[in-house]
């Protein structure tokens, strides 16, 4: 494969890790897994919302290994359609998803902070549904796969192949940074990838229910999520 084979610890400098960010860019996001999923073993984890992007990924890992571990995080209020692509993509590949979610009921939310606090606090529903969630799961894991791309949000811009999440305190790596939202189309094309099928209804970028609408023609991508706020992450990536 011709990977370099740097161990990655705690110690590992931001200057050894840049240096193989920079390899990185010139391989293919296969590549990158296999490396994740040698260097990390079971200390490493997938983590989707069943977007397109992270359709693909979870394709491509379980060609190399349908045990690698993948979770996701599960708010209550995902759509019914986003279920349903879990139980799918399960039976074609083989994978199994880990469900990460809050002990938080929604009705015990509605208690204590109001009903439907995503139109109030979007912040605060997501720091707790998603968030804190999130934060114990990556307390277990050295390092943790996302399916983010530079050009989704300003956010995303920097995000290297590999990087140190400096947020979570592990290593992140982002094996389709490089990616447009073309080469994603393609590869599901390519490889008859099941997705959500929002996504021939105008659902370009898909959430929870009640924070994602369908995007007009010539609208960002994301302009669906949390539409009429200034909210354009969830606090998952910085
Ligand atoms: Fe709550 Fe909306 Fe965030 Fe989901 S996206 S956790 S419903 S604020």
Redesign the pocket.
């Known amino acids: 494969m011709g990977v370099a084979a740097l161990a990655i610890d705690r110690n590992t400098s931001d200057e050894e890790l840049q240096d193989l960010a920079s390899e990185f860019e010139m391989r293919e996001p296969q590549q990158v897994l296999r490396w994740a999923l040698e260097e990390f073993g079971n200390d490493v984890a997938l983590a989707t919302g069943f977007g397109a992007e992270g359709c693909v990924l979870v394709h491509m890992l379980s060609q190399i290994d349908r045990y690698a571990r993948i979770f996701y995080l599960d708010?209550d209020?995902l759509f019914p359609e986003t279920y349903a692509l879990r139980e799918q993509l399960e039976v074609r590949y083989g994978v199994r998803f880990e469900r990460r979610a809050t002990v938080l009921s929604l009705e015990d939310q509605s208690k204590q902070f109001g009903e439907q606090l995503?139109e109030r606090q979007?912040d605060l529903?997501?720091k707790l549904?998603?968030v804190e969630p999130l934060l114990e799961t990556l307390g277990d894991l050295s390092a943790w796969i996302t399916a983010i791309r530079r050009d989704q949000t300003p956010a995303r811009a920097t995000a290297g192949i590999v990087e140190r999440d400096q947020k979570f305190g592990l290593i992140k790596i982002n094996p389709l940074a490089g990616w447009s939202s073309f080469d994603v189309w393609r590869y599901i094309a390519k490889h008859d990838v099941p997705y959500n099928p929002l996504h021939n209804s105008g659902y370009s970028s898909i959430?929870?229910k009640?924070?994602t609408t369908a995007v007009r023609i010539g609208e960002d991508p994301r302009a669906g999520r949390w539409r009429g706020a200034q909210k354009t992450e969830?606090g998952l990536h910085k």
Do not use: A, E, S
């Open positions: 708010t209020v995503w979007p529903c997501c549904r998603k959430g929870c009640p924070c969830c």
